[in-house]
């Protein structure tokens, strides 16, 4: 190819014809639609093995902490709302401000993973496996004197720690994604009201793993 | 965007500095990739098709060594002799990586990322740089799956379905490292998957040039369109039983064990869900294909281009309702039974309308039998044939009769090899000249062609008898069997045609070298076709087109009336076209 015909051609970006959705935009909608599936196959098999269980569930707040975990569903939910904050902020072109709330979402995100690490080794001390009840420990005491039901807890095992695990790991991207964005994008001053794509994509996917736990947060620890 | 855009430009006006690895291995172009693909899944399907060489030697010659497989080692063949365990991770093998790495990707990963842009006159995808990540994890997951028999107890052998328990539990499969890979590589497989779904769906909705209207797109590009849509809805749900199934595999969760509360049966749902979706992407993009290479072969408007459209669409959405009648053995409830029953009967319905529209296509057309049209030609008449048996196996039953018996491989094959492979073997010898600029040889083209099409029905009809006559799939030693035993001449018979059948394909391998190296140049529509690849030279350059054309019409205006030529280029102005009006480019 001539070097004066790859000079002449135009770039692949912006679309031609379409929707009035810029790409990368419209690409994260579609990838939020799998997602939809990938978490709706997760809580599908929940839903079927819970209520197709031979026996009953174990009640709420005895093997999970409610109040530990409520305190990290608000948490989220404001880093959600400070996500928001650096959308709003950069769109009327205060950088410092975008800068600050950006800043607050990862930490929001952090921590938020970081509660869930601890709740995890917690858990897992505490005999609490993805295999179920581990023998010897405090928990497999409560099965013993009937306070935890013996039938479905590996069931709750297994189902608890890959939804919950597979939700932390989408805090996780979200996180680093997020703090990419920080470094590279924000800090150096490359975002204006003209363009912030960044920050609305991330966003996007923020939102929908927010609303994600929403949904864990209500099956898994609360009924 | 115009910063972003700028930026673009600039990059581009340097790519001539790109290193070799940057251009060929390490690509964002959308045709490199497509090419990469081709390479690694034509690997594969010669691999998957080794696998089944050893498949058939043992069905025909049960307990005698295998020509050849002495070099295998004592754990899968001592002395020559297929052990059962070996027998079981061929057939699991086989079929995995002849649906995964070899149809769908090189439906999905060769044209999709070839044809689209190039079709639908766009530059590039919409996101070159995830495309070129779904080439590199498509890539992680079969290297993953190859060396997966190389490991202590070899592959996995629990069939390409992976049924729980047999897949979940070590104890009962006897192969540990083999099942834990397989689901690794399949959840790669489902990144790769997804990413390129997500691009192919982006591209068609924003990339289109002016005046390429939803209803000017060339069917293969609405075939492909729609199939992404169904990968990228489907594969997820693979890919979250696949993770569960590796949990099952690897941390002893209870998911499919039915000691602690889990349900086998909950595998197979999920397993078909995404399985009876994934049946359309391994044929829709085919049916785009074969839709391109019937109206160019018969120089004819394609008859029913909307209803050709439409039967597309309606094919995918029965195809998320039907996933149950994969498992009317498997304990269903009757009543449940009986509506998925219907809603199988009921795909019939589009795909006899897209059968019909391309025989009204070639009705009476200018017939020009060069070897993509043979190829096509061969695609409807074995889809017919594999959709009517498909009917059989849609009546319930019917269906507990033949269940997983050589009705079913019968069947499968006809759809999968005489319906999909003919379509990607014409596709590969109509795009071979846009690809890298060389003819392929057009009189061995057709000896592959008559030589393939005459084995393959010798192969794979007799199986229809065979299974009729009760042989079960997957079996190791048909003799064994007092009823089987007046069915063992047959399976030599497919047995030999089966081996004439992968001989005859050194005939395209060869064919595809030489041509590469050594092929008549290639004029820029050398086929004489509308489509938009075809008004850049061969190959395409890097970006396709300096400024990219404008549509005037839609891709089938074949011998149209007072025109000077039998075709009209999709971006030829007559005097009678307008402009069409340029929508603004999306911004915030």
Redesign the interface.
């Known amino acids: 190819?001539s070097?004066a015909?790859?000079?002449?051609?135009?770039?692949?970006?912006?679309?031609?014809?379409?929707?009035?959705?810029?790409?990368?935009k419209?690409?994260m909608w579609?990838?939020l639609?799998?997602?939809v599936?990938?978490?709706?196959?997760?809580i599908g098999?929940y839903v079927?093995?819970r209520f197709?269980?031979?026996?009953v569930w174990a009640k709420p707040g005895i093997v999970l902490s409610i109040q530990i975990t409520a305190f990290n569903t608000f948490l989220l939910i404001c880093s959600s709302v400070s996500m928001v904050k650096a959308y709003a902020a950069i769109q009327d072109g205060f950088q410092d401000k975008m800068k600050f709330w950006l800043l607050m979402t990862i930490l929001g995100g952090a921590t938020f993973v970081g509660i869930q690490v601890f709740e995890y080794i917690h858990l897992v001390e505490h005999g609490f496996t993805?295999?179920?009840v581990r023998e010897g420990s405090h928990l497999a005491e409560l099965v013993a004197n009937g306070t935890l039901p013996a039938?479905?807890m590996?069931?709750y095992?297994?189902?608890f720690?890959?939804m919950t695990g597979?939700h932390g790991f989408h805090v996780t991207c979200g996180v680093i994604s997020m703090l990419y964005l920080y470094l590279f994008k924000a800090l150096p001053g490359k975002y204006s009201p003209?363009?912030?794509?960044g920050i609305?994509v991330v966003g996007l996917y923020w939102h929908f793993v927010d609303l994600v736990w929403i949904i864990l947060f209500t099956i898994v620890y609360l009924v | 965007?115009?910063?972003?855009?700028a930026t673009?430009?600039a990059a581009?006006?340097q790519?001539?500095d790109r290193s070799f690895i940057q251009k060929y291995i390490f690509s964002t172009d959308h045709k490199i990739i497509g090419i990469q693909f081709l390479f690694l899944t034509l690997f594969f399907l010669a691999i998957g098709g080794l696998l089944a060489m050893q498949i058939r030697w043992q069905l025909a010659y049960p307990g005698t060594p295998m020509p050849g497989g002495r070099f295998l080692p004592e754990t899968m063949a001592p002395g020559g002799v297929l052990l059962p365990e070996y027998y079981l991770q061929l057939v699991t093998m086989h079929g995995t990586f002849m649906i995964f790495f070899a149809i769908m990707l090189l439906l999905v990963g060769v044209y999709a990322n070839f044809l689209i842009p190039l079709k639908i006159?766009?530059?590039?995808?919409?996101?070159?740089r995830?495309n070129m990540a779904s080439f590199w994890s498509a890539f992680v997951s079969g290297i993953i799956m190859l060396a997966s028999m190389f490991v202590p107890e070899g592959a996995a052998r629990a069939g390409w379905t992976m049924y729980v328990p047999l897949s979940a539990r070590h104890d009962y499969s006897g192969a540990e490292f083999g099942q834990e890979m397989w689901s690794l590589s399949i959840i790669f497989f489902g990144l790769s998957s997804?990413l390129g779904?997500?691009?192919y769906?982006?591209t068609v909705?924003?990339?289109?040039?002016?005046g390429?209207t939803w209803f000017r797109l060339p069917l293969s590009v609405w075939a492909l369109f729609i199939t992404a849509i169904l990968g990228?809805?489907?594969?997820?749900?693979l890919?979250?039983?696949a993770?569960?199934l590796l949990?099952e595999q690897i941390?002893?969760?209870?998911?499919f064990?039915p000691s602690?509360?889990?349900?086998p049966i909950?595998w197979q749902h999920?397993f078909w869900f995404f399985g009876h979706p994934e049946v359309y992407i391994l044929i829709l993009p085919a049916m785009g294909i074969v839709s391109e290479l019937i109206a160019n072969g018969s120089r004819k408007p394609i008859f029913g281009y909307h209803s050709m459209v439409f039967a597309i669409c309606g094919i995918a959405f029965l195809g998320w309702i039907v996933w149950g009648h994969h498992m009317f053995v498997s304990g269903m409830n009757p009543t449940l039974g009986s509506s998925f029953m219907v809603s199988t009967l009921l795909i019939a319905v589009p795909s006899a309308i897209k059968v019909f529209n391309w025989m009204g296509t070639m009705w009476r057309g200018n017939l020009r039998f060069h070897v993509p049209m043979l190829h096509a030609v061969a695609f409807v008449a074995m889809f017919t044939i594999g959709g009517l048996s498909g009917i059989f196996m849609a009546a319930t039953p019917v269906d507990m009769f033949i269940h997983d018996t050589y009705f079913i491989v019968a069947h499968i094959h006809y759809v999968l090899f005489g319906g999909s492979l003919f379509a990607i073997f014409g596709g590969i010898v109509f795009w071979f000249p846009k690809m890298f600029g060389r003819m392929m040889n057009e009189g061995w083209g057709k000896v592959h062609f008559w030589l393939t099409f005459i084995f393959y029905n010798a192969t794979f009809f007799p199986m229809h008898i065979i299974g009729m006559a009760g042989h079960m799939r997957r079996l190791y030693d048909p003799t064994i069997y007092d009823f089987l035993k007046p069915m063992q001449p047959m399976n030599v018979f497919i047995s030999i045609s089966a081996f004439l059948l992968y001989g005859t394909q050194i005939i395209f391998f060869l064919n595809f070298w030489w041509s590469l190296f050594k092929g008549k140049k290639a004029p820029q529509n050398p086929w004489s076709d509308n489509g938009l690849e075809w008004t850049t030279p061969s190959p395409a350059?890097?970006?396709n087109?300096?400024?990219?054309p404008t549509v005037y019409r839609g891709p089938y205006e074949f011998s149209v009336p007072g025109a000077s030529e039998d075709f009209i280029p999709q971006n030829k102005k007559l005097p009678t076209d307008r402009d069409p009006v340029?929508?603004p480019?999306?911004?915030?």
């Open positions: 190819m070097q015909m790859a000079g002449a051609m135009q770039p692949p970006f912006p679309a031609e014809r379409g929707i009035e959705v810029y790409n990368k419209l690409g579609i990838f639609a799998s997602e599936m990938f978490f709706a196959a997760l098999s079927i093995l197709g269980a031979a026996g993805p295999a179920g039938a479905t590996g069931l095992g297994s189902t720690f890959t597979f003209q363009d912030f794509s609305e | 965007m115009t910063t972003v855009a673009a430009h581009h006006a790519h001539d006159g766009a530059h590039d995808m919409a996101f070159p995830i997804i779904s997500l691009n769906i982006t909705i924003n990339n289109r040039c002016a390429m990228l809805l489907a594969v997820p749900v890919a979250g039983a993770i569960m949990f941390l002893g969760t209870h998911f064990d602690a509360g889990g349900q909950l999920l350059p890097h970006g087109w300096e400024t990219l340029m929508a480019a999306a911004s915030h």
